[in-house]
């Protein structure tokens, strides 16, 4: 295992770069014993990862009750905590990208969007730590809680880095 310390700002940039690539991910969440993930979809604004729940969903309930989540978007595991946001209509920043991004799902929920009645709430989740698998080289992770990056070559079996 050979672990380098690399340039906060390169990896940071590299990694918006990347979670930008994609627009669906996995959304684990949990709440006492059980853990359950889903596909969702998502938007960015830099790091500020954002997606739409209705109230009444477990995913909504178990943040409520852990705000930790965790996302796995192509060759990204993104560690993160989620805060519940309001409705739509009340979230401009969301929305804006969402319609920015991916207007499609913005048609899907059609007039739910807009509506101050809906039951769809805007989830914002601030990653604390990015890392992303670099096929048969290794790993890059972006520790944003402590603001340090660093490269971990294969075999990682010893990694405290990768296992904290």
Same mark, same amino acid.
């Given at each position: ?23 669906? #991910? ?5 709440? @006492?014993?059980?853990?359950?993930? /889903?596909?969702?979809?998502?938007? +960015? ?7 739409? +729940?209705?109230?009444?969903? $477990?995913?909504? $309930? ?11 978007? #192509?060759?990204?595991?993104i560690?993160?905590?989620? %805060?519940?946001? @309001? /409705?739509?209509l ?9 319609? =920015? ?9 059609? &007039?739910?969007?807009?509506? !101050?009645?809906?039951?769809? /709430? ?6 604390g ?5 670099? $096929?048969?080289?290794? %790993?890059?992770?972006? &520790? ?8 971990? &070559?294969? !075999?990682?079996?010893?990694? !405290?880095?990768?296992? =904290?």
């Amino acid at each position: 295992m050979n672990q380098t310390e690399i340039s906060y700002e390169d990896l940071e940039q590299e990694m918006l770069q990347e979670i930008k690539k994609y627009q669906y #991910g996995v959304l684990a969440t949990a709440e @006492g014993e059980f853990v359950t993930a /889903r596909v969702m979809v998502f938007v +960015t604004q830099g790091m500020t990862i954002y997606c739409v +729940t209705p109230i009444w969903s $477990r995913k909504y $309930r178990q943040i409520m009750a852990n705000s930790n989540v965790a996302i796995a978007a #192509g060759n990204l595991q993104i560690e993160g905590v989620a %805060l519940l946001k @309001g /409705r739509p209509l009340e979230e401009e920043n969301a929305v804006n990208a969402l319609q =920015e991004q991916i207007p499609e799902v913005c048609a899907m929920f059609g &007039d739910s969007m807009q509506s !101050p009645d809906t039951d769809l /709430r805007i989830i914002e989740i601030t990653p604390g730590k990015i890392t992303s698998y670099q $096929r048969q080289k290794g %790993l890059k992770i972006l &520790d944003i809680v402590k603001e340090k990056a660093h490269s971990v &070559d294969f !075999p990682i079996e010893n990694d !405290p880095a990768y296992y =904290e």
